[in-house]
């Protein structure tokens, strides 16, 4: 019985508790503002009720003629009551949760302005510091990538 007890003691104390604030400290390394590789768009990652945002702060292209990003309004959108909102400051990632068990931020959604579709979201850090933001259609073998590098 006691060799029992010390076995069970020794697996018990051998499993890493996880310290919430180191969680929180992992799961807060995606915040800040990043720019795509293009070098077209940046936007801003934050923390919102335990789930991460990204806002577009600055981008270029994608209109003809051009215009200053201050006057582009979400046109593709299909809710006809948001065509006039300003794409500049738009949440176009909401709902990142991030899983500690892959070190990634999965279960969001992706808005894209040049179409106004919404998609599956997930994003990772590499080991070189890029962010890697991927929009999909369920499965996430189809999809799309953007890569953004930390500007702050």
């Known amino acids: 019985m006691r060799y029992l007890f010390i076995c069970l003691l020794f697996v018990v104390s051998s499993f890493k508790s996880v310290d919430p604030d180191e969680a929180l400290t992992k799961a ?4 800040g503002k990043w720019e795509s590789a293009e070098k077209n768009l940046t936007v801003e990652v934050y923390a919102y ?6 806002k577009i702060i600055r981008f270029t292209g994608g209109v003809t003629p051009a215009k200053p990003m201050e006057t582009i309004t979400d046109i593709k959108n299909p809710d ?3 065509r006039n909102r300003k794409v500049l400051g738009l949440n176009v990632v909401e709902g990142l949760t991030y899983k500690s068990s892959s ?9 894209e302005v040049q179409s106004g579709k919404c998609w599956n979201a997930a994003a990772s ?16 073998l189809l999809g799309k990538t953007m ?5 702050n």
């Not at 807060?28 to 915040?31: D, K, S, V």
């Not at 070190?103 to 808005?111: L, P, R, S």
């Not at 850090?125 to 996430?140: E, N, P, R």
């Open 28 to 31: 807060n390394r995606i915040c």
């Open 49 to 54: 009720k335990n789930t991460f945002r990204a």
């Open 80 to 82: 006809s009551a948001l």
């Open 103 to 111: 070190d990634t931020w999965e279960n969001g959604k992706i808005y």
């Open 125 to 140: 850090l590499g080991k070189d510091g890029l962010l890697k933001v991927k929009g999909y259609w369920h499965v996430k």
């Open 147 to 151: 890569i953004f590098r930390r500007i």
